[in-house]
């Protein structure tokens, strides 16, 4: 049996108590670091930080998606608009600005005006007016036979005077809006495409159109086409693809599927939203309201 002496057994309860301190203290500076690390780090999976990004265009529409923005290409988004100025009771001078290679004139753009907040068929309209602009830019007036009073109105563009439903653009004048002042943007709409999803040979779209339309009643339908947006898109060239959109809401999703040759790799496309034909031709595509251009991410080594 060995003897221990007072003064051991002291020694060994410090030098125990020490192990414990700087263990406690070791553990407490690695938990630390640690935790420092995870905090700068974040929940990332280590990719680059342009690779966490998002096209803005598209977070501006209202879209989020999951995965890295290198394998999703940038759009360039075309859309009809227009903005509005009160000058009297019965004259409303009007800005538009159109689809790059469009002619008002040739295609019968034309505005109308209803009393209210909503747009309506062309013939139930206060007011309307043929827009004789030759160029995809212009202003002009629209007169009123009827003057408006104190209340909400909205103005309707229409696309094609023969149709009576090809509104893609509205801009609604508000009870009390000053005169010589232009009407806020936040009372207009424009119609828009937007490429939501792309795959092999497949894509899917995401539109708005205005509430009062109905897509198949008013034959309303997506194209695609080889190249950049240019008026020749108007004339059918390097189309590839077009077909109806299927329901009769306003806005909402619609795909593509079996794209011939598929979607080649840092090729430009442009994906198109149309209203109604133009003749009786099945696939005309002069009647377009809203366009986006894309490219094809290419393929990583």
């Not at 002291?10 to 938990?31: A, H």
């Not at 640690?34 to 501006?60: D, M, N, V």
């Not at 005309?284 to 094809?296: K, P, R």
């Amino acid at each position: 049996m060995v003897e221990r002496f007072p003064g051991d057994a002291y020694r060994i309860s410090r030098l125990q108590q020490n192990i414990m301190v700087l263990t406690s203290m070791f553990l407490s500076k690695t938990y630390i670091s640690f935790l420092i690390l995870f905090l700068l780090t974040g929940f990332s999976s280590g990719a680059p930080e342009q690779e966490l990004g998002y096209s803005k265009a598209l977070l501006q529409e209202g879209f989020t998606f999951k995965g890295p923005a290198a394998a999703f290409p940038r759009q360039k988004k075309y859309e009809i608009s227009f903005s509005a100025t009160l000058y009297s009771a019965s004259l409303i001078a009007i800005e538009l600005q159109g689809l790059p290679g469009s002619n008002p004139k040739a295609s019968g753009y034309y505005v109308a005006l209803w009393q209210g907040t909503q747009i309506e068929d062309r013939y139930r309209s206060q007011a309307q007016q043929l827009i004789q602009l030759d160029s995809q830019e212009g202003s002009f007036v629209f007169e009123l036979s009827e003057g408006i009073n104190n209340k909400d109105y909205i103005i309707g563009l229409g696309i094609d005077d023969k149709d009576s439903t090809s509104f893609c653009s509205t801009v609604i004048i508000p009870k009390d809006q000053p005169l010589y002042i232009p009407v806020s943007d936040t009372y207009a709409f424009s119609s828009s495409v937007t490429l939501v999803k792309i795959g092999t040979n497949s894509l899917i779209a995401a539109y708005r159109t205005p509430a009062f339309n109905l897509p198949a009643m008013n034959q309303n339908w997506i194209a695609l086409f080889q190249g950049p947006f240019t008026a020749n898109t108007f004339k059918g060239r390097n189309l590839i693809i077009r077909q109806n959109i299927p329901g009769n809401i306003n806005e909402g999703m619609a795909a593509i599927n079996n794209i011939e040759g598929g979607l080649m790799p840092e090729q430009y496309y442009t994906l198109v939203y149309g209203m109604g034909y133009a003749s009786t031709d099945s696939n005309s595509t002069y009647n377009i309201i809203a366009a986006t251009e894309f490219q094809v991410p290419g393929n990583k080594e």
